[in-house]
């Protein structure tokens, strides 16, 4: 999107918020800072641009948007109070949407450390200077990896979600009751939204679509582990966008939600409807079951349709289409 195009969408500036994002930089965040450009908000970033993949990605995803009226960039971390500081000295903010995260189940096993620091002592001194004043409202970024193995499908919020089962899922879960404490503490209004699975244009280069389109795209064989019946709840990028946007307009005491589909998927069907789009052959080798992996996600939104209206839209097919449309576009500057 262009300037233009989110000054023609805007609206009346009585309505306008001003958010601080937190890993505005990243697959999601960049998704949820245009959302708030294009309706009039003003938008602050704080992101360190951390190495988990390349940070060339991250600044591509927020090119479009330098020069833009409502939007600024803090380059720092959360873990440096002297860059909280100069976040929150940009404006005092109606809402602070809390993105930044290390992600990924597998290596937060590897390095246990590194999540508990990020995820945790991260959130934690951001929670700490939200209660200093400037901001009017948490939304939290947890993540249904919180229901680990043992969760009744599909998952419910009032799910008790204490047995976790990685280092990833444990940290997102301690955020949440983080962020009760501090609700409870000194009344500020908290919304944790535990997200699905989800996948779309600019999704990091380890994800499953993004990994199975590159490998399938190459010719090369994709591995799946275990037998490929798990199943997932994806939930297209633009949908888990609405639910973030409808949960900072709506603040009410502290409240979780998840965000998915309720439609769950097997891993094998998505590889093969990720070869069928791309009209390519399919090699598929399946590999042991990874610690931390899940047998299912799957979302009960009741909660989220009541309470923030939210309604996913986007089918499987259509938002693989979509993914694809753009990784191929990607692949082409990249060889051009």
Same mark, same amino acid.
Request: include cysteine.
């Given at each position: 999107?262009?300037?233009?195009?989110?000054?023609?969408?805007?609206?009346?500036?009585?309505?306008?918020?001003?958010?601080?994002?937190?890993?505005g *930089?990243g697959?999601? $965040?960049?998704?949820?800072?245009? !959302?708030?450009?294009?309706r009039? @908000?003003? +938008?602050? %970033? /704080?992101?360190?641009?951390?190495?988990?993949?390349d940070?060339?990605?991250?600044?591509?995803?927020?090119?479009?948007?330098?020069?833009?009226?409502?939007?600024?960039?803090?380059?720092?971390?959360?873990l440096?109070?002297?860059?909280?500081?100069?976040?929150?000295?940009?404006?005092?903010?109606?809402?602070?949407?809390?993105l *930044?995260?290390?992600? $990924?189940?597998?290596?937060s096993? !590897?390095?246990?450390?590194?999540? @508990?620091? +990020?995820n %945790? /002592?991260?959130?934690?001194?951001?929670?700490?200077?939200?209660?200093r004043?400037?901001?009017?409202?948490?939304?939290f970024?947890?993540?249904?990896?919180?229901?680990?193995?043992?969760?009744?499908?599909?998952?419910?919020?009032?799910?008790?979600?204490?047995?976790?089962?990685?280092?990833?899922?444990?940290?997102?879960?301690?955020?949440?009751?983080?962020c009760?404490?501090?609700?409870?503490?000194?009344?500020i209004?908290?919304?944790?939204?535990?997200?699905?699975?989800?996948y779309?244009?600019?999704?990091?280069?380890?994800?499953?679509?993004?990994?199975?389109?590159?490998?399938?795209?190459?010719?090369?064989?994709?591995?799946v582990?275990g037998?490929?019946?798990a199943r997932?709840?994806?939930?297209?990028?633009?949908?888990?966008?609405?639910?973030?946007?409808?949960?900072v307009?709506?603040?009410?005491?502290?409240?979780v939600?998840?965000?998915?589909?309720?439609?769950?998927?097997?891993?094998?069907?998505?590889?093969?409807?990720?070869?069928?789009?791309?009209?390519?052959?399919?090699?598929?080798?399946?590999?042991?079951?990874?610690?931390?992996?899940?047998?299912?996600?799957?979302?009960d939104?009741?909660?989220?349709?009541?309470?923030?209206?939210y309604?996913?839209?986007?089918?499987?097919?259509?938002?693989?289409?979509?993914?694809?449309?753009?990784?191929?576009?990607k692949?082409?500057?990249?060889?051009?």
């Amino acid at each position: 999107m262009t300037a233009d195009k989110f000054s023609a969408s805007s609206r009346n500036a009585s309505d306008q918020r001003t958010v601080l994002v937190t890993g505005g *930089a990243g697959f999601i $965040g960049s998704h949820v800072v245009e !959302a708030l450009l294009g309706r009039g @908000d003003r +938008v602050v %970033v /704080l992101d360190n641009f951390d190495p988990f993949y390349d940070p060339a990605i991250k600044r591509a995803n927020l090119a479009g948007l330098r020069g833009h009226p409502g939007f600024e960039l803090v380059e720092g971390d959360l873990l440096d109070a002297r860059d909280l500081d100069r976040a929150f000295a940009t404006a005092p903010f109606d809402a602070v949407i809390h993105l *930044a995260a290390r992600a $990924g189940v597998r290596p937060s096993i !590897a390095d246990p450390d590194l999540y @508990d620091q +990020v995820n %945790v /002592l991260g959130t934690t001194r951001l929670l700490q200077r939200v209660t200093r004043g400037g901001a009017g409202h948490l939304v939290f970024a947890s993540s249904s990896s919180v229901y680990g193995s043992t969760t009744p499908v599909p998952f419910r919020e009032d799910a008790a979600a204490d047995r976790p089962s990685s280092p990833y899922a444990a940290t997102k879960r301690a955020g949440e009751l983080a962020c009760y404490a501090v609700h409870e503490l000194y009344g500020i209004p908290v919304t944790c939204l535990r997200l699905f699975t989800v996948y779309g244009p600019r999704q990091r280069p380890e994800m499953a679509i993004h990994r199975f389109a590159r490998l399938i795209a190459a010719g090369k064989t994709v591995s799946v582990f275990g037998d490929g019946s798990a199943r997932r709840d994806f939930t297209y990028v633009a949908d888990i966008v609405s639910g973030i946007l409808a949960a900072v307009d709506r603040p009410g005491g502290y409240r979780v939600y998840n965000l998915g589909t309720t439609h769950t998927t097997r891993l094998d069907d998505l590889v093969g409807l990720i070869a069928s789009i791309l009209g390519a052959p399919l090699r598929m080798l399946h590999e042991p079951l990874q610690a931390g992996d899940v047998p299912i996600t799957y979302a009960d939104i009741s909660r989220a349709e009541r309470e923030l209206g939210y309604q996913p839209q986007t089918s499987l097919e259509a938002g693989v289409r979509a993914f694809l449309a753009w990784f191929q576009e990607k692949s082409l500057a990249s060889a051009a």
